[in-house]
């Protein structure tokens, strides 16, 4: 999954970044609330986690205006113990679940799971493409009865050219929402981890379907979304 954390503390934004990204979650970090609020505005995320005292824009704040925008990404606050008013009231503007400081990274895990569930339903944690399923809970890729065995970087990878079938990303928008690092621009490690996924995809008859973009990236285009209907939204930089 595709998390924002939005924490100004920067040893609880350390523990919760690498903690998140060992279970497998794709974790972006800002310590500013204005930052936040624009990041989660433009950018698609399963889960935000946002922090009520950050500078700039509070967190309240952006929980209300992104509720006021129609955005209904969970969000789960996290708070100090003694900050009750704050957590009623963030409830109330629709905040999804909240965790008070200190905590653990595995209950934040299993609120993540649970605040996904709710608002989206276990079939959204499904993708399917023809005999390909991907359990984005489970972490498991299978075709039939077979299972594909990926390794972390290669899940999250296929998992985001799933996401959205027949649409064009660039290398470096895979590079930030798989990978979560600024890189050498002429860095091959995408087109490598494309070559070890369609290895690992062809007893499938899947690796056909991710596609190379000359000059652009990559897509991934199934059969059904193949047809004259099924145009591909133009690639950002």
């Known amino acids: 999954m595709n998390v924002l ?21 794709v974790v972006d970090h800002c310590a500013n609330g204005n ?57 109330n503007l629709g905040a999804d679940d909240y965790l008070a400081k200190p905590f653990y990274v595995e209950e934040l895990v299993a609120r993540i799971h649970a605040v996904v569930r709710r608002t989206q339903g276990e079939r959204q944690n499904i993708l399917a493409q023809g005999p390909l399923r991907l359990d984005r809970i489970t972490r498991t890729v ?55 996924l369609r290895k690992k995809l062809e007893p499938v008859e899947a690796a056909q379907w991710i596609e190379s973009v000359r000059g652009v990236g990559y897509r991934f285009r199934p059969p059904e979304a193949k047809s004259p209907e099924a145009k591909s939204p133009e690639a950002k930089p």
């Open 35 to 91: 930052e936040g609020y624009a990041w989660a505005t433009e950018r698609a995320y399963d889960v935000v986690l946002l922090d009520i005292m950050v500078p700039g824009k509070d967190g309240l704040s952006i929980l209300k205006d992104l509720r006021q925008r129609g955005q209904t990404v969970p969000i789960i606050l996290l708070t100090a113990r003694n900050e009750l008013d704050d957590r009623l009231t963030g409830l």
């Open 142 to 196: 299978s075709s039939g009865d077979r299972q594909v065995d990926l390794t972390g970087k290669e899940f999250n990878l296929l998992e985001y050219l799933m996401r959205s079938p027949g649409r064009v990303f660039t290398r470096t928008q895979i590079l930030e929402h798989v990978w979560g690092y600024d890189f050498n621009p002429s860095t091959n490690v995408v087109d490598v981890a494309i070559q070890r």
């Open 5 to 25: 954390l939005v924490e100004d503390e920067a040893k609880i934004a350390s523990f919760v970044v690498q903690g998140l990204r060992e279970q497998g979650f």
